[in-house]
Protein backbone atom coordinates (compact mmCIF):
# COMPACT_ATOMS: atom_id res chain seq x y z
CA UNK A 1 0.00 0.00 0.00
CA UNK A 2 1.70 3.41 -1.12
CA UNK A 3 1.47 6.53 0.80
CA UNK A 4 1.78 10.35 -0.39
CA UNK A 5 2.55 12.71 2.32
CA UNK A 6 2.65 16.86 1.81
CA UNK A 7 3.91 19.13 4.37
CA UNK A 8 6.27 22.15 3.52
CA UNK A 9 7.94 21.40 6.79
CA UNK A 10 10.14 18.62 6.29
CA UNK A 11 10.52 17.89 9.88
CA UNK A 12 7.13 16.99 10.11
CA UNK A 13 7.66 14.70 7.21
CA UNK A 14 10.23 12.75 7.86
CA UNK A 15 9.28 10.77 11.37
CA UNK A 16 5.93 10.08 9.50
CA UNK A 17 7.63 8.49 6.75
CA UNK A 18 9.77 6.70 8.89
CA UNK A 19 7.03 5.44 11.04
CA UNK A 20 4.87 4.04 8.26
CA UNK A 21 7.53 2.68 6.83
CA UNK A 22 7.91 0.88 9.80
CA UNK A 23 4.29 -0.72 9.54
CA UNK A 24 5.14 -1.77 5.98
CA UNK A 25 3.40 0.87 3.80
CA UNK A 26 5.22 2.45 0.82
CA UNK A 27 5.73 6.31 1.61
CA UNK A 28 6.68 9.00 -0.55
CA UNK A 29 7.40 12.98 0.48
CA UNK A 30 7.60 16.09 -0.66
CA UNK A 31 7.67 19.70 0.74
CA UNK A 32 6.71 21.03 -2.48
CA UNK A 33 2.73 21.18 -3.30
CA UNK A 34 3.16 21.59 -7.10
CA UNK A 35 5.81 18.40 -7.42
CA UNK A 36 3.75 16.57 -4.63
CA UNK A 37 0.28 17.18 -7.26
CA UNK A 38 3.27 15.62 -9.95
CA UNK A 39 4.07 12.82 -7.70
CA UNK A 40 0.51 12.42 -7.89
CA UNK A 41 0.13 11.21 -10.90
CA UNK A 42 3.33 9.03 -11.52
CA UNK A 43 2.90 7.66 -7.88
CA UNK A 44 -0.52 6.48 -7.74
CA UNK A 45 -0.90 6.97 -4.15
CA UNK A 46 -4.22 5.18 -1.98
CA UNK A 47 -3.55 7.40 0.31
CA UNK A 48 -2.59 11.06 0.29
CA UNK A 49 -2.01 13.27 3.54
CA UNK A 50 -1.76 16.72 3.17
CA UNK A 51 -1.16 19.97 5.30
CA UNK A 52 -3.29 22.76 5.01
CA UNK A 53 -1.36 25.76 5.10
CA UNK A 54 1.77 25.59 2.74
CA UNK A 55 3.12 28.20 0.08
CA UNK A 56 2.18 28.63 -3.17
CA UNK A 57 -0.59 25.74 -3.27
CA UNK A 58 -2.58 25.55 -0.21
CA UNK A 59 -3.99 21.51 0.74
CA UNK A 60 -7.25 22.49 0.34
CA UNK A 61 -6.10 23.55 -3.37
CA UNK A 62 -4.64 20.07 -3.63
CA UNK A 63 -7.80 18.29 -2.36
CA UNK A 64 -9.23 20.17 -5.58
CA UNK A 65 -7.24 18.61 -7.98
CA UNK A 66 -8.03 15.53 -6.75
CA UNK A 67 -11.35 15.16 -6.24
CA UNK A 68 -12.62 18.13 -8.68
CA UNK A 69 -9.61 18.54 -11.62
CA UNK A 70 -8.64 14.78 -11.12
CA UNK A 71 -12.49 13.44 -10.05
CA UNK A 72 -10.50 10.73 -7.65
CA UNK A 73 -11.55 8.95 -4.90
CA UNK A 74 -8.14 8.36 -3.11
CA UNK A 75 -8.68 8.87 0.50
CA UNK A 76 -7.36 11.90 1.52
CA UNK A 77 -6.26 12.40 5.36
CA UNK A 78 -5.36 16.33 6.44
CA UNK A 79 -2.41 16.56 8.72
CA UNK A 80 -2.80 20.46 9.73
CA UNK A 81 -2.11 23.05 12.86
CA UNK A 82 -5.13 24.67 11.32
CA UNK A 83 -7.90 24.40 13.72
CA UNK A 84 -10.67 27.29 12.18
CA UNK A 85 -13.93 25.75 12.15
CA UNK A 86 -14.49 27.04 8.78
CA UNK A 87 -11.64 25.59 7.23
CA UNK A 88 -12.22 22.03 8.56
CA UNK A 89 -15.48 22.45 7.06
CA UNK A 90 -14.31 23.32 3.34
CA UNK A 91 -12.05 20.28 3.94
CA UNK A 92 -14.69 18.06 4.56
CA UNK A 93 -17.09 19.63 1.66
CA UNK A 94 -14.40 19.60 -1.19
CA UNK A 95 -14.42 15.51 0.32
CA UNK A 96 -11.68 14.89 2.53
CA UNK A 97 -12.00 11.65 4.51
CA UNK A 98 -10.05 12.39 7.51
CA UNK A 99 -8.96 15.82 9.46
CA UNK A 100 -6.02 15.52 12.14
CA UNK A 101 -4.86 18.55 14.33
CA UNK A 102 -1.78 18.85 15.03
CA UNK A 103 -0.45 18.18 17.32
CA UNK A 104 -1.04 14.41 17.44
CA UNK A 105 1.20 10.93 18.01
CA UNK A 106 2.44 8.86 15.40
CA UNK A 107 0.56 6.25 17.00
CA UNK A 108 -2.76 7.95 16.50
CA UNK A 109 -2.02 8.91 12.87
CA UNK A 110 -1.09 5.10 12.08
CA UNK A 111 -4.31 3.97 13.78
CA UNK A 112 -6.12 6.57 11.30
CA UNK A 113 -4.40 5.56 8.22
CA UNK A 114 -4.96 1.46 8.88
CA UNK A 115 -8.72 2.45 9.62
CA UNK A 116 -9.25 4.24 6.19
CA UNK A 117 -6.55 1.93 4.14
CA UNK A 118 -6.11 -1.12 5.78
CA UNK A 119 -3.16 -2.64 7.17
CA UNK A 120 -0.46 -3.63 4.53
CA UNK A 121 -0.27 -7.70 3.97
CA UNK A 122 3.39 -7.67 5.14
CA UNK A 123 3.36 -5.90 8.26
CA UNK A 124 6.45 -5.69 10.21
CA UNK A 125 6.45 -6.34 13.54
CA UNK A 126 7.20 -2.79 15.90
CA UNK A 127 6.42 -1.47 19.30
CA UNK A 128 4.39 1.86 19.90
CA UNK A 129 5.86 5.32 19.32
CA UNK A 130 6.21 7.73 21.63
CA UNK A 131 6.85 10.42 19.25
CA UNK A 132 4.75 13.75 19.02
CA UNK A 133 3.83 15.32 15.37
CA UNK A 134 4.33 18.97 16.61
CA UNK A 135 2.59 21.88 15.05
CA UNK A 136 5.74 24.19 14.46
CA UNK A 137 9.45 23.48 13.98
CA UNK A 138 12.38 24.71 15.76
CA UNK A 139 16.11 25.42 15.21
CA UNK A 140 18.40 25.58 18.14
CA UNK A 141 21.98 26.93 18.08
CA UNK A 142 24.35 25.40 20.39
CA UNK A 143 27.72 26.96 20.68
CA UNK A 144 30.69 24.79 21.43
CA UNK A 145 33.79 25.62 22.51
CA UNK A 146 36.06 22.50 24.02
CA UNK A 147 33.62 20.52 24.75
CA UNK A 148 34.95 17.23 24.34
CA UNK A 149 34.89 15.93 27.76
CA UNK A 150 31.31 17.77 28.58
CA UNK A 151 29.09 17.43 25.29
CA UNK A 152 25.68 15.60 26.39
CA UNK A 153 25.50 13.43 23.35
CA UNK A 154 22.78 11.13 24.67
CA UNK A 155 20.82 13.37 25.73
CA UNK A 156 20.62 15.52 22.25
CA UNK A 157 20.27 12.99 20.71
CA UNK A 158 17.11 11.24 22.67
CA UNK A 159 15.38 14.09 22.92
CA UNK A 160 15.27 14.71 19.37
CA UNK A 161 14.43 11.31 17.94
CA UNK A 162 11.34 11.74 20.53
CA UNK A 163 10.34 15.15 19.93
CA UNK A 164 9.49 15.79 16.23
CA UNK A 165 10.18 19.54 14.61
CA UNK A 166 13.67 20.11 16.19
CA UNK A 167 16.63 20.47 14.24
CA UNK A 168 19.95 21.55 16.42
CA UNK A 169 22.91 23.28 14.80
CA UNK A 170 25.80 22.64 16.85
CA UNK A 171 28.45 25.79 16.13
CA UNK A 172 31.86 24.64 16.94
CA UNK A 173 33.85 28.35 17.81
CA UNK A 174 37.17 27.09 16.30
CA UNK A 175 38.20 24.18 19.01
CA UNK A 176 41.38 23.21 20.06
CA UNK A 177 40.37 19.80 21.56
CA UNK A 178 38.56 16.87 19.51
CA UNK A 179 34.60 18.44 19.81
CA UNK A 180 34.81 18.83 16.04
CA UNK A 181 35.22 15.03 15.78
CA UNK A 182 32.16 14.55 18.24
CA UNK A 183 29.89 16.58 17.10
CA UNK A 184 30.57 14.99 13.26
CA UNK A 185 29.92 11.32 15.33
CA UNK A 186 26.79 12.84 16.85
CA UNK A 187 25.50 13.96 13.35
CA UNK A 188 25.85 10.66 11.76
CA UNK A 189 23.15 9.15 10.62
CA UNK A 190 21.20 12.44 11.69
CA UNK A 191 21.88 14.70 9.46
CA UNK A 192 18.41 16.24 8.90
CA UNK A 193 17.87 16.57 11.98
CA UNK A 194 21.67 17.52 13.35
CA UNK A 195 23.74 20.35 11.55
CA UNK A 196 27.44 21.17 12.67
CA UNK A 197 28.32 24.33 11.40
CA UNK A 198 32.61 24.61 11.99
CA UNK A 199 34.17 27.58 12.56
CA UNK A 200 37.84 27.51 11.81
CA UNK A 201 38.94 30.45 14.50
CA UNK A 202 37.78 30.73 17.46
CA UNK A 203 35.68 33.98 17.45
CA UNK A 204 33.60 33.62 21.08
CA UNK A 205 30.24 32.53 22.09
CA UNK A 206 28.35 35.57 20.89
CA UNK A 207 29.70 35.24 16.89
CA UNK A 208 29.20 31.73 17.20
CA UNK A 209 26.09 32.31 17.99
CA UNK A 210 25.33 34.65 15.42
CA UNK A 211 26.52 33.16 12.55
CA UNK A 212 24.17 29.81 13.86
CA UNK A 213 21.43 31.87 14.02
CA UNK A 214 22.23 33.54 10.57
CA UNK A 215 22.87 30.10 9.12
CA UNK A 216 19.05 28.39 10.78
CA UNK A 217 17.36 31.35 9.35
CA UNK A 218 18.15 30.19 5.94
CA UNK A 219 16.33 27.36 6.32
CA UNK A 220 12.83 27.88 5.31
CA UNK A 221 10.63 25.17 7.29
CA UNK A 222 12.02 26.30 10.68
CA UNK A 223 9.36 28.53 12.26
CA UNK A 224 11.54 29.52 15.38
CA UNK A 225 15.24 29.47 16.41
CA UNK A 226 16.73 29.65 19.50
CA UNK A 227 19.96 29.25 21.18
CA UNK A 228 21.32 27.20 24.54
CA UNK A 229 24.09 26.10 25.95
CA UNK A 230 26.09 23.00 25.48
CA UNK A 231 26.48 21.97 28.85
CA UNK A 232 22.61 21.72 29.34
CA UNK A 233 22.48 24.31 32.24
CA UNK A 234 19.00 24.62 30.69
CA UNK A 235 17.85 21.22 29.84
CA UNK A 236 15.70 20.48 26.44
CA UNK A 237 12.55 19.84 28.26
CA UNK A 238 12.58 23.53 29.96
CA UNK A 239 13.60 25.37 26.64
CA UNK A 240 10.71 23.48 24.52
CA UNK A 241 8.44 25.30 27.20
CA UNK A 242 9.84 28.66 25.96
CA UNK A 243 8.57 27.17 22.34
CA UNK A 244 5.22 26.36 23.67
CA UNK A 245 5.07 30.11 24.95
CA UNK A 246 6.09 31.55 21.91
CA UNK A 247 3.83 29.82 19.76
CA UNK A 248 1.04 30.21 21.44
CA UNK A 249 1.14 34.41 22.33
CA UNK A 250 2.22 37.10 20.39
CA UNK A 251 6.07 37.70 22.10
CA UNK A 252 8.72 37.80 19.57
CA UNK A 253 11.58 36.65 22.01
CA UNK A 254 11.09 34.63 24.78
CA UNK A 255 14.48 34.36 27.27
CA UNK A 256 14.63 32.12 30.35
CA UNK A 257 15.34 33.33 33.39
CA UNK A 258 17.11 31.58 36.18
CA UNK A 259 15.05 33.47 39.03
CA UNK A 260 14.00 31.23 41.85
CA UNK A 261 10.49 30.15 42.26
CA UNK A 262 8.62 27.65 44.30
CA UNK A 263 9.43 23.82 43.30
CA UNK A 264 12.82 25.06 40.80
CA UNK A 265 15.88 23.39 40.96
CA UNK A 266 18.17 26.45 40.64
CA UNK A 267 22.06 25.98 41.81
CA UNK A 268 24.60 28.23 41.92
CA UNK A 269 27.20 29.80 43.53
CA UNK A 270 26.81 32.47 46.14
CA UNK A 271 30.23 34.74 44.87
CA UNK A 272 29.00 34.26 41.30
CA UNK A 273 25.45 35.25 42.12
CA UNK A 274 26.44 38.50 43.99
CA UNK A 275 28.47 39.23 41.05
CA UNK A 276 25.54 38.61 38.76
CA UNK A 277 23.34 40.44 40.71
CA UNK A 278 25.50 43.56 40.58
CA UNK A 279 25.47 43.23 36.77
CA UNK A 280 22.00 42.92 36.27
CA UNK A 281 21.09 46.06 38.26
CA UNK A 282 23.76 47.79 35.23
CA UNK A 283 22.14 45.96 32.67
CA UNK A 284 18.12 47.28 33.81
CA UNK A 285 19.56 50.61 33.65
CA UNK A 286 20.76 50.85 30.58
CA UNK A 287 17.68 49.19 29.06
CA UNK A 288 15.32 50.61 30.64
CA UNK A 289 13.68 47.11 30.94
CA UNK A 290 13.35 45.56 34.08
CA UNK A 291 14.53 42.46 33.04
CA UNK A 292 15.58 39.62 36.33
CA UNK A 293 18.04 37.77 34.07
CA UNK A 294 19.34 38.87 30.93
CA UNK A 295 22.02 36.47 30.41
CA UNK A 296 20.92 33.19 30.48
CA UNK A 297 21.82 31.19 27.56
CA UNK A 298 18.13 29.77 26.29
CA UNK A 299 16.76 32.08 23.99
CA UNK A 300 13.83 31.82 21.49
CA UNK A 301 13.41 34.14 18.60
CA UNK A 302 10.30 34.04 16.05
CA UNK A 303 12.05 33.96 12.81
CA UNK A 304 11.02 37.62 11.54
CA UNK A 305 13.57 39.01 14.20
CA UNK A 306 16.23 37.37 13.65
CA UNK A 307 17.71 39.66 11.22
CA UNK A 308 17.49 43.03 13.77
CA UNK A 309 18.54 40.78 16.24
CA UNK A 310 21.88 39.17 14.40
CA UNK A 311 22.74 40.79 11.25
CA UNK A 312 25.37 43.20 12.43
CA UNK A 313 28.28 41.12 15.04
CA UNK A 314 28.62 42.14 18.47
CA UNK A 315 30.67 45.03 20.41
CA UNK A 316 31.35 42.50 23.42
CA UNK A 317 31.52 38.72 23.38
CA UNK A 318 30.00 37.79 26.74
CA UNK A 319 27.21 40.17 27.36
CA UNK A 320 25.90 40.14 23.85
CA UNK A 321 21.79 39.14 24.93
CA UNK A 322 21.94 43.24 26.15
CA UNK A 323 23.09 44.06 22.77
CA UNK A 324 19.80 41.85 21.46
CA UNK A 325 17.20 43.56 23.46
CA UNK A 326 19.29 47.01 22.78
CA UNK A 327 18.52 46.57 19.50
CA UNK A 328 15.17 45.39 19.53
CA UNK A 329 13.92 48.88 21.79
CA UNK A 330 16.13 51.24 18.92
CA UNK A 331 14.48 49.45 16.09
CA UNK A 332 10.64 49.10 17.49
CA UNK A 333 10.83 51.84 20.06
CA UNK A 334 11.23 50.89 23.63
CA UNK A 335 7.48 50.87 24.70
CA UNK A 336 6.92 48.02 21.63
CA UNK A 337 10.04 46.30 22.25
CA UNK A 338 8.92 45.92 25.95
CA UNK A 339 5.56 44.12 24.47
CA UNK A 340 7.84 42.29 21.94
CA UNK A 341 9.79 40.46 25.03
CA UNK A 342 8.94 37.73 27.19
CA UNK A 343 11.20 36.92 30.63
CA UNK A 344 10.14 33.08 31.37
CA UNK A 345 11.22 31.33 34.73
CA UNK A 346 12.92 27.96 34.40
CA UNK A 347 11.91 24.81 36.01
CA UNK A 348 15.76 23.90 36.64
CA UNK A 349 19.10 25.63 35.94
CA UNK A 350 22.36 24.24 37.10
CA UNK A 351 25.92 26.10 37.04
CA UNK A 352 27.66 23.18 35.39
CA UNK A 353 31.63 22.77 35.96
CA UNK A 354 33.96 23.76 33.27
CA UNK A 355 32.31 26.72 32.54
CA UNK A 356 34.61 29.03 30.03
CA UNK A 357 33.12 32.16 32.23
CA UNK A 358 35.65 32.89 35.11
CA UNK A 359 35.25 35.29 38.14
CA UNK A 360 37.45 37.79 36.05
CA UNK A 361 35.71 37.48 33.18
CA UNK A 362 32.18 38.27 35.37
CA UNK A 363 34.32 41.54 36.62
CA UNK A 364 34.96 42.47 32.95
CA UNK A 365 31.70 42.55 31.73
CA UNK A 366 31.28 45.54 34.08
CA UNK A 367 32.99 47.57 31.56
CA UNK A 368 31.38 45.90 28.62
CA UNK A 369 28.54 46.92 29.85
CA UNK A 370 30.17 50.65 29.99
CA UNK A 371 31.02 50.22 26.35
CA UNK A 372 27.86 48.43 25.51
CA UNK A 373 26.14 52.09 26.61
CA UNK A 374 28.36 54.48 24.92
CA UNK A 375 28.35 52.89 21.47
CA UNK A 376 24.56 52.35 21.83
CA UNK A 377 24.17 55.95 22.99
CA UNK A 378 26.29 57.59 20.24
CA UNK A 379 24.67 55.60 17.47
CA UNK A 380 20.85 56.26 18.77
CA UNK A 381 20.26 58.50 15.99
CA UNK A 382 21.68 56.13 12.67
CA UNK A 383 21.17 52.84 14.16
CA UNK A 384 18.11 51.98 12.37
CA UNK A 385 19.32 53.14 9.17
CA UNK A 386 22.76 50.88 9.55
CA UNK A 387 20.56 48.02 10.22
CA UNK A 388 18.01 48.52 7.59
CA UNK A 389 20.83 49.21 5.23
CA UNK A 390 22.09 45.35 6.64
CA UNK A 391 19.15 44.03 5.87
CA UNK A 392 19.13 44.79 2.42
CA UNK A 393 22.73 43.36 1.71
CA UNK A 394 21.62 40.34 3.78
Known amino acids: MKVLAIDDQQLVLLPLQKRLAELGYEVKIETDAQKGLELYESFNPDLVIVDINMPGISGLEVVKHIRITKNSQTPIMVLSGDTKDETITEGFELGINDYMKKPLSLNEISARV ?59 DGSKDKTLDVLKTLQKGREDFITVYDCEKNGGKAEAVRLGMLHMAK ?97 TQWIFDVEIFKRMSIRFGLKEAKA ?39 KKQDTKVVISSELKVA
Open 114 to 172: KRLIGAPEVQNGVTKSDVMIQERCVGVVIPCYDEEERLLSEEFINYIDKNSGYHLCFVN
Open 219 to 315: KEDLDYIGFLDADLSTDLADFDDLVKTIETSDFKIVSGSRISRMGANITKESARKIISLTINFIIRKILKMDFKDTQCGAKIFHKDVIEVAFAKKFV
Open 340 to 378: MLCEQPLKRWIHADGSKLSMKDSVKIVGQLGQIAWVYRT
